[in-house]
T-cell receptor
Framework: DQQVKQNSPSLSVQEGRISILNCDYT??????FLWYKKYPAEGPTFLIS?????DKNEDGRFTVFLNKSAKHLSLHIVPSQPGDSAVYFC??????????????FGTGTRLTIIP | ETGVTQTPRHLVMGMTNKKSLKCEQH?????MYWYKQSAKKPLELMFV???????ENNSVPSRFSPECPNSSHLFLHLHTLQPEDSALYLC??????????FGPGTRLTVT
């Protein structure tokens, strides 16, 4: 059973427009959510995160929104740039018994920015 | 070198071979992780080490054997693997609580 779901495997957006990537989760114990970006032949790189006590976190062109009641989060990128073309992974965290962040990942959404 | 490094980047091995994957982090983190990414599947956590002690084993088959000699190095020893074990193996590190930093991964093919 997949606890973190990214239902759109791919998304194409015109350069300069807004990209919206969505993620749903099922485990109400998750208390921290992260977005990672992955280029080919590289490991995922951390992009932005949000704690469950907030509903919005903004960092430059990137904003993450959290709707706890709907168990849904989204990543907004505006304006979208060609360098944003990558696979984006949503991840959710529940602290393990030993204090480590145990991340559960979605399957990823491939974002393509069209020049 | 900075960040998290992994060697080799690509590995092809037969089902009877024994090989090891190596991960090294230069970030001063105390936690290290092994993940497996198969095609069209989410990243799956395999093992977690915190201050060299294994704190998570996510029901991984015994043909995968991790080793963490210190907080900067993590190995994954492989023996008698199956073709379905072919995947991208990613190492990550973090402080005890915090975002994880990933290496570039080792693309493993089992023939």
């Amino acid at each position: 059973d997949q606890q973190v779901k990214q239902n759109s495997p791919s998304l194409s957006v015109q350069e300069g427009r807004i990209s919206i990537l969505n993620c749903d989760y099922t485990n109400s114990m998750f208390d921290y959510f992260l977005w990672y970006k992955k280029y080919p032949a590289e490991g995922p790189t951390f992009l932005i995160s949000i704690s469950s006590i907030k509903d919005k976190n903004e960092d430059g062109r990137f904003t993450v929104f959290l709707n706890k009641s709907a168990k849904h989060l989204s990543l907004h990128i505006v304006p979208s740039q060609p360098g944003d073309s990558a696979v984006y992974f949503c991840a959710a965290s529940a602290l393990s018994n030993f204090g480590n962040e145990k991340l559960t990942f979605g399957t990823g959404t491939r974002l393509t920015i069209i020049p | 070198e900075t960040g998290v490094t992994q060697t080799p980047r690509h590995l092809v091995m037969g089902m009877t071979n024994k090989k090891s994957l190596k991960c090294e982090q230069h970030l001063g983190h105390n936690a290290m992780y092994w993940y497996k990414q198969s095609a069209k599947k989410p990243l799956e956590l395999m093992f977690v080490y915190n201050f060299k002690e294994q704190t998570e084993n996510n029901s991984v088959p015994s043909r995968f054997s991790p080793e963490c000699p210190n907080s900067s190095h993590l190995f994954l020893h492989l023996h008698t693997l199956q073709p379905e074990d072919s995947a991208l193996y990613l190492c990550a590190s973090s402080r005890t609580e915090g975002e994880q930093y990933f290496g570039p991964g080792t693309r493993l093919t089992v023939t």
